[in-house]
């Protein structure tokens, strides 16, 4: 027989508001309400003191990819750090550590410590094993030339038709490949054993729950950018148990096919029907690519550079297929992060069943005619609340190239949630830090967090658009029963019923000074009353 719980001496998060104690039984929460009470309830409950802490439920991440996040912390590992020569030193360890590894790969890279956001072949030209790395934002590689050589790519290889191959001025590809120019050598790097995926993901569900992430979505669960499908490794640690946490995988929608992809999907979404912690019912659609490389599908021309960016699928087929996979129960997951993608994404959700529960990620740009239409259709935004800052990539790569309008047009927050706009929120990681309280600072104080590698960026304390911050009840709803309620998950809310996935975060960040909310840490994680860190 389990051992009732009571969490007491601090104060819970619930969607009424605050309560003083909660009463855990047989995984499930059994009450809320004064202490006394629930003692009456349960004598020999076994007390958990918060310490002045807040209980929350346990946080769901909406957009993230843990499995690659998992291989690279295995890997050439460089987001952690920061510049040019921090990178070199890492390389330079990394491949002194495995002189038997036959390429140097991994990645993490910053695009801002470069000049113009590109790194260059010759920089990691005196190693002499081929070197592939892909940029923390994961649209871009940065390779040596001994790679280029291996794929045999020269100054005559054409650019594919959803990506970009750098180039000198003569011509000669200058070692960073964009979008999907990246598969010509990422899919010539040794690919990782099911074992070494299977420990990737747990190694990243132990990371996720020491930041009290008790479930997520994944965003991509298929084969992009050099990454191999994580299908079979989901659905195998869900079925021995190892998966512990709520999981939705977002099956890749290759945008070189059609429609006649569908039935496929339809296949892989049956191979995990009846596990208990894994389900693949969401499609992912990458609309567009990021602002940093002139890849988001803008509406006017970028400033000093021209083009309008990219839409990988063809908007008018877009609607089409939209419209057969939400007859087929498919939740859609866009990522969009120009105003063109985000508005074409909207014109395909438009008729969709609101209870598939759509959603779109990114939303760096939306137009002030858009904002209302994501309440209006039922769909949610995804937000990734920590890009909402002056950081190198925004003020030196996105503003002076976006210009002043369309500039204030990014991460319109307040905006959707005046319109009555949904919210789910995540992090992207390993694309940026998992931590949610991260995240939760930013969209409050629309400033970097302390101890982030660009807090100390010039304009990183100036906050952006502050116009658009939302309050923390808003946002931590966000990353609770908003994003569980996006994955049809019944956890997410603390009240009577729902199963106890729960966090203790060491101090209450509805106490303290706005500015210092990045300071507050998870101290212990509970999935269905069971502990699972602290």
């Known amino acids: 027989m389990s051992i009732d719980i009571i969490f007491r001496g601090g104060r819970a998060f619930t969607p009424g508001g605050f309560a003083e104690a909660v009463l855990v039984r047989d995984g499930r929460i059994a009450a809320t309400g004064p202490e006394a009470d629930l003692v009456r309830l349960s004598p ?11 209980l929350t439920p346990g946080f769901t991440d909406a957009h993230i990819h843990p499995v690659q996040a998992g291989l690279e912390r295995a890997k050439c590992e460089l987001s952690e750090i920061y510049g040019l ?29 470069f000049p113009g956001g590109l790194p260059h072949r010759s920089q990691i030209d005196f190693l002499d094993r081929p070197v592939y790395l892909i940029q923390r934002d994961h649209h871009a590689a940065w390779v040596n030339t001994r790679a280029l050589e291996i794929a045999g790519i020269t100054k005559d290889t054409p650019d594919p038709a959803d990506g970009r191959i750098e180039r000198d001025a003569d011509g000669t590809p200058s070692g960073v490949l964009h979008e999907g120019a990246m598969d010509l050598v990422g899919l010539l790097t040794p690919r990782p054993t099911a074992a070494d995926a299977d420990a990737a993901l747990l190694d990243a569900q132990a990371h996720l729950f020491s930041l009290g992430i008790t479930g997520w979505q994944d965003a991509i669960v298929g084969s992009y950018a050099g990454s191999d499908d994580n299908l079979s490794t989901y659905i195998g640690a869900a079925a021995s148990g190892r998966l512990k946490a709520r999981v939705v995988g977002a099956l890749w929608w290759e945008r070189t096919r059609g429609a006649e992809q569908i039935a496929d999907l339809v296949d892989r979404r049956a191979k995990a029907e009846g596990l208990d912690r894994f389900r693949a019912s969401a499609v992912k659609i990458m609309q567009d690519g990021i602002a940093e490389n002139f890849t988001a599908a803008v509406i006017e021309p970028y400033c000093r550079c021209g083009g309008t960016g990219l839409s990988y699928v063809d908007p008018e087929l877009l609607k089409g297929y939209v419209r057969e996979l939400d007859s087929l ?66 003020d030196e790569l996105c503003i002076p190239f976006l210009g002043d309008e369309r500039s204030s047009w990014q991460y319109p927050f307040a905006d959707l949630v005046r319109h009555g706009t949904r919210l789910a929120a995540g992090s992207d990681w390993p694309v940026s830090s998992a931590d949610p309280i991260q995240g939760m600072h930013v969209a409050v104080n ?24 939302i309050d923390l009840r808003t946002v931590m709803t966000a990353y609770t029963a908003g994003s569980a309620w996006l994955n049809g998950s019944p956890a997410g809310v603390i009240e ?10 060491d101090r209450d960040p509805f106490t303290i000074e706005p500015a210092d909310i ?9 999935v269905d009353g069971e502990q699972v860190y602290g």
């Open 518 to 526: 990045w300071t507050t840490r998870a101290t212990m994680t509970f």
């Open 329 to 394: 129960g498919f939740q859609v997951h866009f990522h969009a992060i120009g105003e063109r993608a985000v508005r074409e994404a909207l014109d395909a959700l438009s008729g969709t069943d609101p209870e598939n529960r759509h959603h779109v990620a990114h939303l760096q740009i939306i137009t002030p005619q858009d904002v209302p239409r994501f309440a209006a259709l039922g769909v949610t935004a995804n937000l990734q609340p920590l890009w909402a800052t002056h950081h190198a990539q925004m």
């Open 85 to 113: 020569d921090a990178y070199i030193g890492k390389i330079v360890d990394y491949a002194a550590k495995f002189p038997d590894k036959e390429w140097i790969d991994g990645g993490g890279w910053d695009m801002s410590a």
């Open 496 to 505: 009577e019923g729902r199963p106890a996935d729960l966090v203790v975060l």
């Open 446 to 469: 629309r400033t970097e967090p302390g101890g982030s590698v660009h807090a100390s960026y010039p304009t990183a304390q100036t906050p952006f658009l502050p116009g658009q911050s």
């Open 44 to 54: 020999k409950a076994e007390p958990v003191d918060l310490g002045g802490g807040l």
